[in-house]
C-alpha cells in the first residue's frame, strides 16, 4: 500500500507486490509531487479516466517490471454507503466487544472521512480486467477492517465481486488460489489441482460457472489431505 511512491516507482524499485489498485496508485492524483503522498490520495482517482492512454501505459510499466497486484475489492465496498453490507455469520465470528465496535461503524459509515463512491468501486474492477489483459499477474485478498471484513468470508465476497467486475468463473478461481501461490513463489507445492501438490482443496454445492452463490455453499475443505466438514 503505497502513497508517496507511485505504483510505477514502487515496480521500478523492485517492489513484488502493490496492494488495492487502482484507488492507491498516486500518480493518477492530479498534481503528484515527487516522494509527497498527497492529501487527495483513494479519492481524486475517482475522477480519473481507467481508459486513459496514461493509465493504460502505467499498466503496461507496472507489468513490464513483473510486479503483481492484490485486489481488495470486498474491502472497499464496505466503505461505500450503498453497498457495505453487515454479514450475519460474519459478525457471529467477532468478540462481543469488537461486534458493538463494527456494528457502531457500520451505523456512523455516513459521517466517515472515507467514503468509497460506487464510480470509485467501477473503475477500480475496470483497472484490474486492464490489469489482467496487459498480462499482469491479479492475485486477491481481504485486507481485513473494522467494518466486519473477514478473511474466509471476505474471500467469498471477492469471489463475487471479481464476477461483478467480468471476470469469468475459471479466471476468478485462478487469480485467488494459482495466482496467490505464484505471488508467494509456491506454485510448485500448492494453487492448482495436479498430482504432486498439496491436496488442498474445497469441494463446493453446485455449479459455480452459472452461479457465483455457489461460492458460499461449501461441502468439504481439504487441508493436506485431511477431509474438514464445515
Known amino acids: 500500500h503505497l502513497c508517496a511512491v507511485t505504483f510505477t516507482e514502487g515496480a521500478r524499485m523492485g517492489i513484488d507486490v502493490l496492494q488495492h489498485g487502482f484507488i492507491t496508485n498516486s500518480e493518477y492524483v492530479p498534481g503528484k509531487q515527487p516522494d509527497v503522498c498527497p492529501p487527495t490520495n483513494q479519492k481524486a482517482q475517482a475522477d480519473v479516466d481507467p481508459a486513459s492512454p496514461e493509465v493504460r501505459e502505467s499498466i503496461r510499466r507496472i507489468v513490464a517490471t513483473g510486479a503483481s497486484v492484490v485486489s481488495t475489492l470486498g474491502v472497499y465496498e464496505s466503505f461505500s454507503l450503498t453497498r457495505a453490507r453487515l454479514d450475519t455469520a460474519e459478525l457471529a465470528m467477532l468478540a462481543p466487544a469488537v461486534r458493538r465496535e463494527v456494528e457502531e461503524t457500520h451505523a456512523n459509515l455516513a459521517g466517515s472521512s472515507f467514503i468509497v463512491p460506487d464510480r470509485m468501486l467501477t473503475k477500480m474492477m475496470q483497472w484490474e480486467r486492464m490489469f489482467v489483459a ?37 479466471q476468478v478461481v485462478q487469480i485467488m ?38 461460492i458460499r455453499r461449501t461441502a468439504i475443505v481439504f487441508r493436506d489431505g485431511y477431509g474438514f466438514d464445515p
Open 177 to 214: 488460489s494459482l495466482n496467490g501461490a505464484r505471488i508467494l513463489g509456491e506454485q510448485r507445492r500448492t494453487g492448482s489441482i495436479e498430482a504432486g501438490k498439496a491436496a488442498d482443496l474445497v469441494v463446493l454445492s453446485g455449479n459455480l460457472a452459472t452461479d457465483p452463490g455457489t
Open 134 to 170: 496487459a498480462g499482469g499477474l491479479l492475485g486477491a485478498g481481504c485486507d481485513p477492517w473494522g467494518t466486519g471484513f473477514l478473511p474466509g468470508y471476505g474471500d467469498l465476497r471477492n469471489y463475487e465481486l471479481l464476477i461483478e467486475a467480468g471476470f469469468s468463473s475459471p
